[in-house]
């Protein structure tokens, strides 16, 4: 909310490019100091802002080219552990990122997505 309200455009990217569930153990005033209405406008600003509302994918931000975008913001919840960390498209953005010395903002949990910057991520982590 505060990049969008700064001017910034913000492009919302998954791999597969919908959009994202709020995890239900996120999903609460409580990780907003316990503030309801600042809760509330983040819920309305993720249901109707069209910068959440209008995804695409990894591939298509990758192919588009990523020296027009000035950071990457990778956020918490379960996403990064369960979607991100071993996906090839995160890891050629973060070293795309790393390699111009562009900002890469993680937040939570969302520092595990740095693996699939690793050579063989998805392999070190295939499960038997």
């Known amino acids: 909310m505060a990049l969008v309200e700064a001017g910034y455009?913000?492009?919302l990217a998954t791999p597969n490019g919908a959009k994202p569930h709020i995890d239900?153990?996120?999903?609460?005033?409580?990780?907003f100091g316990g503030d309801e209405?600042?809760?509330?406008?983040a819920r309305t600003f993720f249901?109707?802002?069209p910068s959440m509302n209008q995804g695409r994918t990894l591939r298509s931000?990758?192919?588009?080219?990523?020296e027009?975008?000035?950071?990457?913001?990778?956020p918490g919840g379960q996403a990064p552990v369960v979607d991100?960390?071993?996906?090839?498209?995160?890891g050629e953005i973060l070293r795309h990122f790393h390699a111009h010395k562009k900002p890469?903002?993680?937040?939570?949990?969302?520092?595990?997505?740095?693996?699939?910057?690793?050579p063989y991520a998805r392999e070190i982590f295939a499960r038997p």
Not at 24 to 31: L, V, Y
Not at 61 to 66: H, K, R, S, T
Not at 68 to 74: G, H, Q, S, W
Request: with cysteine; net charge negative; glycine share 4%.
């Open 9 to 11: 455009d913000v492009v």
């Open 24 to 31: 239900e153990a996120s999903d609460s005033a409580q990780h």
């Open 84 to 90: 991100l960390m071993q996906d090839s498209e995160v």
């Open 37 to 41: 209405a600042a809760y509330q406008r």
């Open 68 to 74: 027009k975008y000035a950071e990457v913001f990778v």
């Open 47 to 49: 249901a109707n802002d």
């Open 61 to 66: 931000v990758i192919d588009e080219g990523l």
């Open 104 to 118: 890469r903002v993680f937040l939570c949990h969302g520092p595990v997505a740095m693996i699939a910057a690793m």
